[in-house]
């Protein structure tokens, strides 16, 4: 995922559009050193005849009940949010595929330190960078992290807070450094939960099935669109625990997500996934999930905000 910020000429940051370079935050800013942030990942794809943001109503309401369950008072409203979103595409001349990332946290204020953020300021900004893909391969090698996937125990792992993805970018590293593409995280109690930046599904004879939001994962929204392509496709899909041994035993295996679509798993621990090639179910749905982003599927047309 690279950014620089010759690609990008303006950012919304706390309601107005600066250039890249101004929109800057102090030292002592509180998201920075304490993670009390929350943000979204969202995805511009070019269409027949325009750029088209993907569900974008689904990801700013999801960002505010982020903000909602930590108690980060915005001033901003989702109309606020997606309209500046829009706007900045446009400011931008975004003409192809682009990453988009909101973000609302706590900022600085004069006194020190203090960790209770009430009386803090809450700050905003939205990033657009052009993006094409996340993972520099289209089928994945990944392992099982050490790593567990963060509990209800101590923060809200259904939604997107910036200090959730300490336990993200750890597991992550980890699978990299030893060689692997991604990072598959179990929860607590040793269920399979979610990869690193992702949603799991795994196939065994033809059905999918899904940990569901008890086993620690974020509610995705990619993950939201398989129910409904899986519906349309006349796949049985079930929401349910997932042992760590299905991951050795299933027919198919791939992940969701904004950034990494839907991508094929073909080996985990070293097994190979199934016969060691992309499924049939991964494929349809994949194709699937394509068409719709891209502007090919009527039915799922009120997903897309056009741009221009
Ligand atoms: C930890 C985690 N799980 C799952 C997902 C997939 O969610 P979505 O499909 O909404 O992008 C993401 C990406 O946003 C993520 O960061």
Not at 28 to 41: Q, S
Not at 102 to 128: H, N
Not at 204 to 224: F, H, M, Q, V, W
Request: proline letters at 5%; aromatic letters at 12%.
């Amino acid at each position: 995922m690279g950014m620089s910020s010759d690609e990008v000429k303006y950012v919304w940051f706390n309601g107005s559009f600066v250039p890249y370079s101004e929109a800057k935050v102090p030292i002592l800013t509180h998201a920075l050193h304490y993670g009390t942030g929350v943000f979204e990942g969202i995805r511009a794809y070019p269409t027949d005849n325009n750029v088209c943001i993907f569900r974008l109503k689904e990801h700013v309401v999801r960002m505010l009940n982020s903000a909602k369950v930590y108690q980060f008072k915005t001033q901003y409203t989702e109309e606020e949010l997606s309209g500046a979103t829009v706007e900045l595409l446009r400011k931008n001349q975004i003409k192809g595929s682009a990453y988009i990332r909101p973000i609302i946290f706590v900022g600085a204020r004069p006194g020190g330190i203090e960790l209770g953020y009430s009386g803090f300021p809450v700050w905003a900004a939205i990033v657009v960078f052009p993006f094409k893909a996340y993972f520099d391969k289209a089928e994945l090698r990944v392992c099982v992290s050490q790593w567990r996937r963060i509990s209800e125990q101590s923060l809200a792992p259904q939604v997107k807070a910036c200090a959730n993805y300490l336990n993200s970018a750890i597991a992550k590293f980890e699978a990299k450094a030893n060689g692997y593409d991604e990072a598959i995280l179990l929860d607590n109690t040793g269920s399979v939960s979610e990869g690193s930046g992702e949603n799991i599904f795994i196939v065994r004879n033809g059905k999918l099935y899904t940990p569901p939001i008890a086993s620690g994962i974020l509610e995705g929204i990619t993950r939201d669109s398989v129910f409904h392509i899986a519906k349309d496709l006349n796949i049985e899909l079930t929401e349910r625990g997932v042992a760590r041994a299905e991951l050795y035993t299933c027919d198919e295996l791939f992940f969701t997500g904004t950034a990494a679509g839907v991508t094929p798993i073909l080996e985990v621990d070293k097994r190979p996934v199934g016969n060691g090639e992309v499924g049939p179910v991964t494929k349809l749905i994949k194709e699937e999930y394509n068409k719709i982003v891209n502007g090919k599927s009527k039915k799922y047309a009120q997903w897309l905000t056009p741009i221009y």
